[in-house]
């Protein structure tokens, strides 16, 4: 399972009254409407979203009624996805993975080109890379993106005098202050293993800044993170933060919402995360949640500072979809691309990043971490997280970065292990060049 998509995960229960046999739509117009079915995942609050989106969509469009149908996520869920793509069953318009997993069920072979529709030149052009196959785009983003890097508390960095770093050095000068005045400079959440895996995997941006195309020659087994200063630096970070003393005591047991709290409340300086943890500070820490900032996982070169992003899934249809559903489906699709279709989903969740689309804009309320990452997208120094370049993403890394980061085990051989788990990944797939 994609990363991003393990950590939104909810539960797997489906919500929907229809069985699996009743996904496709009906062939019948109700009351003169148009009638189609719109399938996505059944994270509960995911199912809000959808709700909201349909529901708007809806009120501006008249002559067309939208269904909502559901399926599991995870493995389950791929599974019925590329089954009813197989069997010409898919729903009219349909919610999945954007990146590498959209090439695992075949764009070109099922699904609906849609690269001359007049919002596709609305949407941000790192999202648009990961939903297209050579010149042609297949989707429009269903919710916001999502940024890895530093979670950091602010009033701490103005008590201090800190300035946002741009480079690892920086950092860890920053990091000797924080330490000095009596606060633990980085937490760290191990006891959820999940989240000791981020400050590697958010550091992307910085391989991809000094190795344009690396994921390509990782994915032809041609680039190894053991042999690549920069992939390798990664696991070196985490070594070199432990070895300084600088996570918080109790890194070892503490929890994902304690992290959140201990930056919130300026028990910890720092916490590597990715911004969808946003939402989750209201709950972790009501009260401070405007005193955390976000800034990207510095690198060696100032210049090329940026941020690796987790995009959004995509909004698609399905070559099987014609006629009159064709055209509603569409409406619908660009109906998620546009500002009222933002809206539509800011109104039902908290966002934990900006949209996809240009001329969407966030909501004033929106707390500063967002906000903050805003900036780089609107910047364009931005590079997608390795897994929506690659499909090779080894499953043992989060318990190999728990025991380089815990000095168990040296980030060198740390990425060797890696490296050994993404080639028994990568013959399981059964890619070529391995």
């Given amino acids: 399972m994609r990363f991003g998509a393990a950590l939104l995960a909810g539960a797997l229960c489906c919500l929907s009254a229809c069985s699996a046999g009743s996904l496709g739509s009906s062939d019948d117009e109700t009351g003169g409407k148009t009638a189609i079915t719109f399938l996505t995942n059944n994270d509960p609050a995911n199912v809000k979203v959808a709700e909201s989106v349909i529901a708007a969509f809806e009120a501006g469009n008249t ?10 996520q995870g493995s389950e869920g791929d599974n019925l996805v590329k089954t009813r793509l197989a069997t010409g069953d898919m729903a009219d318009v349909f919610e999945y993975n954007s990146g590498s997993l959209l090439q695992a069920i075949a764009p070109q072979t099922n699904l609906t080109a849609v690269t001359g529709e007049a919002w596709v030149a609305d949407l941000d052009p790192t ?58 400079p980085v937490e760290q959440t191990y006891s959820e293993t999940w989240t000791s895996q981020v400050l590697v995997l958010a550091d992307y941006h910085n391989v991809a800044a000094a190795n344009p195309g690396w994921a390509e020659k990782y994915t032809n087994n041609q680039a190894k993170f053991a042999t690549t200063p920069q992939a390798l630096a990664g696991f070196q970070r985490l070594e070199e933060l432990k070895k300084a003393g600088y996570w918080n005591e109790d890194y070892a047991s503490a929890k994902y919402n304690e992290g959140l709290n201990a930056v919130a409340t300026g028990k910890a300086g720092h916490y590597p995360m990715i911004t969808f943890g946003v939402p989750a500070l209201s709950t972790a820490a009501p009260d401070n949640v405007d005193d955390v900032g976000f800034f990207a ?89 390795l897994e929506f370049l690659s499909s090779i993403k080894g499953p043992a890394l989060e318990q190999i970065t728990v025991e380089v980061g815990s000095g168990i085990r040296p980030a060198a051989d740390g990425a060797k292990l890696y490296d050994e788990d993404v080639k028994k990944q990568a013959q399981q797939l059964g890619l070529q060049g391995w």
């Fill in 63 to 72: 002559d067309v009624d939208v269904k909502l149908d559901t399926r599991p």
């Fill in 127 to 184: 999202f648009k890379q990961v939903v297209s196959t050579g010149s042609e785009v297949y989707g429009s983003p269903w919710g916001a993106i999502v940024g890895g890097g530093i979670f950091y508390n602010k009033p701490l960095y103005t008590k201090l005098n800190l300035q946002v770093p741009k480079t690892w050095a920086d950092f860890m000068a920053n990091n000797a202050k924080i330490k000095a005045a009596g606060v633990a």
């Fill in 297 to 385: 996982l510095p690198g060696d070169d100032a210049s090329k500072n940026g941020v690796t992003l987790w995009e959004p899934s995509g909004i698609y249809i399905p070559k099987s979809t014609e006629g009159d559903k064709l055209t509603a489906a569409k409406k619908f699709q660009a109906f998620v691309a546009s500002p009222e279709g933002c809206a539509a989903n800011a109104s039902a969740a908290p966002v934990g990043g900006p949209f996809a689309v240009k001329t969407c804009t966030l909501p004033d309320s929106v707390a500063p971490a967002v906000k903050d990452l805003s900036a780089y997208v609107d910047a364009g120094t931005t590079t997608p997280a």
